[in-house]
């Protein structure tokens, strides 16, 4: 089946640990996307990428990093910089050109 | 930059009944209009979207109007049912001729229908 694939599902960190967000898909997508959704916020876009080797910050990019080294790969790095990180995290991706964006089931993630 | 405003922000009703969301753009150049619905714990679901270039779009039970002079767009669901029970997002963004602009989400509806 062709999708979007983010995993995993619940991941807990301890503060002042980095954790890597895993977003695979097979759509052949050219554009990749990371949201954070908190309560009440909508959501809100961290980073994006529409070709491979290329990324751009969205609204919220402090405190995260990303790599676009495969066109099917989108992973997010949440770093100890980032001072709020629990939050619900999407990925979403779109063809080239065209905004329709489809997502993922997301991660959300808990820092203990 | 693009500003979208989503009202109501809670909105239950019975079912059988019909149930409007509505949202307002800043950004004159936006051109498509999405609408997500988003069940608990999962990721958003399009299911239905709109460009400028039509002022109405159907689908079932589901339709979305677009005003571009006032610059508002509504959800409209008829009929409703308890699984269309859900957080339903609109969000505007800028296509221009393969240069895609990112979409910008409002913050959400929670629908309730009572059965």
């Known amino acids: 089946d062709g999708g979007i694939t983010q995993s995993p599902k619940y991941l807990f960190r301890k503060e002042g640990q980095n954790v890597t967000l895993s977003c695979e898909q097979n759509l052949n997508h050219d554009a990749m996307y990371w949201y954070r959704q908190d309560p009440g916020q909508g959501l809100r876009l961290i980073y994006y990428?529409?070709?491979?080797?290329?990324?751009q910050k969205g609204d919220i990019a402090e405190g995260y990093s990303v790599s676009r080294e495969k066109k099917e790969s989108f992973p997010l790095t949440v770093t100890s910089a980032q001072k709020n990180p629990t939050a619900f995290y999407l990925c979403a991706s779109s063809w080239q050109g065209r905004t329709e964006a489809f997502f993922g089931q997301g991660t959300r993630l808990t820092v203990v | 930059g693009e500003n979208v405003e989503q009202h109501p922000s809670t909105l239950s009703v019975q079912e059988g009944d019909s149930a409007v969301i509505k949202c307002t753009y800043s950004?004159?150049?936006?051109?498509?209009f999405p609408w997500y619905k988003q069940e608990l714990g999962k990721g958003p679901q399009l299911i239905i979207d709109?460009?400028?270039?039509?002022g109405e779009k159907k689908d079932q039970r589901i339709a979305v109007t677009l005003n571009k002079t006032a610059k508002h767009f509504s959800l409209h669901i008829t009929e409703t049912q308890p699984e269309d029970s859900a957080v339903y997002f609109c969000?505007?963004?800028?296509?221009?001729?393969?240069?895609?602009?990112?979409?910008?989400f409002g913050k959400g509806t929670k629908l309730s229908v009572k059965p």
């Open positions: 709109i460009r400028s270039n039509v």
């Open positions: 950004d004159s150049a936006s051109n498509y």
């Open positions: 969000a505007a963004s800028k296509d221009s001729g393969g240069s895609q602009g990112n979409l910008i």
């Open positions: 990428s529409q070709i491979v080797n290329d990324f």
